[in-house]
Structure formats: C-alpha cells, structure tokens
C-alpha cells in the first residue's frame, strides 16, 4: 500500500480525474472530499461487508431452523421457560 | 415502509412490508412488495443486545428527514431493526453494523452504516444452548 504524509487542506490525485482532498483533520476522525467521474462508484467499505451480509441474510431458510432459534432466543420467544 | 434507496445489494428494492405475526414474536419479517421471493428476517436491536444506541451520520438523518442535532430515540422517533443470517450449519448472527432504521411518522427508513460503532455486522444472538439429545 502506498502511504503519503498530507495536511489538511492538500489533496491526492489519482489518475486524472480523480482527487481526495483532506479537508480536515480532527481528534479521532478526518473529513475527507472526493472528486470523481459519476461512473466511479465511491462508497464507505462497510458497505461492501453490508451488501455481502444482506446477500447472504436472504438466502431461503428453514422454518424449523426459524422456530429452534426462536424458542432458545433469551428473554424472546414467549412460549421460552425463564 | 419506503426505501427511496433499496439497502445495500439490493438497491431496486423500495418497498417492504413489516411483519409481525404472534407466534413468531419477537420476529419481524421485512417482506419485498416488488419480489414475492426476498423476506428479510429481522430482530428489534433492544431483541438482540440490551442498551442498543444509535450512531447515525448526518447524511442518514437527513435522508430519513429525521434532526441532524441528536440522535433519534428507538421506539419514539424511529424503528430499529436487525437483519439475521440464518445460514446452516453456523450459529444465528445479526447485522448490528448496520441496523434497518425508519421514522416512525414518514415510514422512511434506510439501512444506516453506524459510525463508532462498538457492534459487528455479524453480532451474536443471545441463545441458551441446545439441549442436549
């Protein structure tokens, strides 16, 4: 991975059409803004992980599987022994 | 409930329906109305972890038309909900990462990416363990 040292207020460039300027810098976060083709999909990374997770939550599932669930689910299911 | 931007890998999905059915409590099932095949399982966060707070960014609240100054209250401002995975042979898990969020007076909601975010996107259900057979 390349690594490059900026300030706030300074930008990157990559490629020719695209430019990430750190726009500024605070205590635990930074605000970074991005200047892109609209071709170039531009996304945090947990959307990534979302977009798996939600593929893989709408597989089809059992309704046994549904209801063992259920029934050990704490403080859930009403028909669960406390 | 109006999605006006789908969620994540299913962005041409608009509309579902919640569903809660007795038996099933505290189940809340997130019907497609555009594709009879794609119901989402789902769990309200308090269901999953006690304690749950909201961690939205401003472009969240503001897609939801909810106040940029604070965050919204579960159950008074909006509903939250988790998605579950329900995959075989691996124990229940829920996306806690990214909780389906609606406002409660638009019906507007949205999957929102939590930011500081102590929870996963595959977060443990309280289960008691199987019997044993």
Known sequence: MLVMRRRAGE????????????????????????????????TMKEVQLVREENLAAAQVRSVAALRGMLDRLIGGSPSAAS | MEFPDGIPAFEQERQFLAIRQPANEPLVFLQSL???????????????????????TPEDLEALGLESGGQPVIGRDVLCLAILSLEENAPPTANLLAPIVVNVR??????????DSPYSHREA???REAACS
Not at chain 1, 11 to 37: F, T, V
């Open chain 2, 106 to 115: 638009t019906l507007r909601g949205r999957q929102a990416i939590q930011t």
């Open chain 2, 125 to 127: 259900l309280p289960l």
């Open chain 1, 11 to 42: 930008s990157i460039l990559i490629g020719d059409d695209i430019e990430i300027q750190i726009m500024h810098i605070g205590e635990s976060r930074i605000k970074i803004g991005i200047k892109a083709p609209k071709s170039v999909p531009v």
């Open chain 2, 34 to 56: 555009s594709d009879a095949d794609l119901c989402f399982v789902a769990l309200p966060v308090q269901s999953v972890t006690r304690g749950f707070k909201l961690s939205m």
